[in-house]
């Protein structure tokens, strides 16, 4: 069993920063892959970024590319999603997730574990 617990979203005015945590306990592997989804009010979850636990394989949403960076500090057991440039669409709960599996992966089926989500406002 993993649990994750984030934490880090607030309010943000457009072109701030933001920088998210996810915790991790419980049992993880070589193998396990973590991913950030958000949803924003009305809308479905979507993917945003995930890294490998080992090694350096990233993948991003088309939207974030450029702004965000998703990195890992292991010693911690902890993943980060550090957010720049905020938009107001960038607004949304982030939630932090695991899957067991050495490859990223965009689909939220693809993952086993959620944390309690993290909310995020970006507004003047």
């Known amino acids: 069993q993993v649990q994750l617990v984030e934490s880090g979203g607030g309010l943000v005015q457009p072109g701030g920063s933001l920088r998210l945590s996810c915790a991790v306990s419980g049992r993880t592997f070589s193998s396990t892959t973590m991913g950030w989804f958000r949803r924003a009010p009305g809308k479905e979850r979507e993917f945003v970024a995930a890294?490998?636990?080992?090694?350096?394989?990233?993948s991003y949403a088309d939207s974030v590319k450029g702004r965000f960076t998703i990195f890992r500090d292991n010693a911690q057991n902890t993943v980060y999603l550090q957010m720049n440039s905020l938009k107001p669409e960038d607004t949304a709960v982030y939630y932090c997730?695991?899957?067991?599996?050495?490859?990223?992966?965009?689909?939220?089926?693809?993952?086993?574990?959620w944390g309690q989500g993290t909310p995020v406002t970006v507004s003047s």
């Open positions: 997730a695991a899957r067991s599996g050495i490859a990223t992966s965009t689909s939220s089926a693809a993952y086993d574990y």
């Open positions: 890294v490998t636990w080992v090694g350096v394989r990233t």
